[in-house]
C-alpha cells in the first residue's frame, strides 16, 4: 500500500484510505457516482465513509477514467485538514498544486489530479463522508456542475444513512439473539447477558454484532456445539 505521511505533530491521527475495492455496479451509490461524474465531465470520483471512531475516511464507491498509480492509498491528515472535511457545508474546489487541503486526497497522489471538487455528505445529524470530484486537467467546475455535485450528494447521503440504518437494526436483532442464547445456556438475566456480551467485545477488542454472530453461528453449528457454552 502506498502511503502519504501528513504532519505528524499532532495529537490526534486521523487517516483517508482510497481502497481498490469499489461498491456493485448497479448499487445505489455507484448509480449516484455515475451521473455525478456523466454530468461534471470528471475523470475520478470517490465516495468515502467518515467512520469517528476509527478517526478514518474510507472509500465506498469510486468511478475513474484514469489508469490506476497505485493499488491502494492512505493518507495521514491533521487535525486542521480533518476539520476542514467536517466544516464543510457545501460542494468546494481547489487545486491540490496550491491547496495543501485538496493535496492531502489519496486520489490526487494516485491519478495526479490537478482540479479537485470535494461536497459534504450530510445526514440529519453529522458529517457522514465526502464526494470528491477531479479531473487531470486543470479547468474550473462550472456552476452548473458544482451544483449537480451537490444534489449527487444529498442522494448518496440520503441512501448512506440509509444502508446504515439497516446494518444498525440488522446489528441489533444479532445481538438480542445472542442475549437469549446466553439467558438460556447461562441461566443469565437478560441485564447480565447484556453486559456479559459488551464487557467480553471490550476485553476481546471486537464489535458486539461481530462477537453476537460468533456465538449464534456456534451455537447452530452442530447438535454437539449446542451442548456447549459459547467461547466468551
Known amino acids: 500500500m502506498a502511503s502519504l505521511a501528513i504532519d505528524q505533530r499532532n495529537s490526534r491521527q486521523y487517516s483517508i484510505r482510497l481502497n481498490s475495492a469499489a461498491a456493485d455496479a448497479d448499487s445505489d451509490l455507484m448509480i449516484a457516482l455515475d451521473a455525478a461524474v456523466l454530468k461534471t465531465g470528471a475523470d475520478v470520483a470517490v465516495v468515502y465513509l467518515f467512520n469517528a471512531e ?36 457545501e460542494p468546494t474546489q481547489g487545486k491540490p498544486s496550491q491547496d495543501a487541503f485538496f493535496g492531502r486526497l489519496p486520489e490526487v497522489l494516485q491519478y495526479r489530479l490537478r482540479r479537485v471538487l470535494a461536497a459534504p455528505l450530510r445526514g440529519t445529524e453529522d458529517l457522514l463522508g465526502i464526494l470528491t470530484i477531479g479531473r487531470s486537467e486543470d479547468r474550473d467546475f ?26 444498525k437494526l440488522a446489528e441489533r436483532k444479532l445481538v438480542e439473539r445472542a442475549k437469549g442464547i446466553l439467558q438460556q445456556r447461562r441461566r443469565l438475566s437478560e441485564e447480565q447477558a447484556y453486559f456479559l456480551l459488551r464487557n467480553t467485545s471490550r476485553r476481546r477488542h471486537k464489535p458486539m454484532a461481530e462477537l453476537a454472530k460468533e456465538i449464534i453461528e456456534t451455537q447452530l453449528a452442530s447438535p454437539l456445539a449446542r451442548q456447549v457454552r459459547p467461547a466468551l
Open 142 to 167: 462550472n456552476e452548473e456542475e458544482v451544483g449537480f455535485a451537490q444534489r449527487s450528494a444529498r442522494l448518496l447521503a440520503a441512501a448512506i444513512e440509509r444502508d446504515l440504518l439497516q446494518r
Open 54 to 89: 476509527a478517526s478514518e475516511f474510507i472509500s465506498v464507491a469510486r468511478f475513474s477514467e484514469l489508469p490506476l498509480r497505485a493499488a491502494d492509498v492512505c493518507a495521514m491528515l491533521n487535525d486542521l485538514t480533518v476539520e476542514w472535511l467536517e466544516d464543510l457545508s
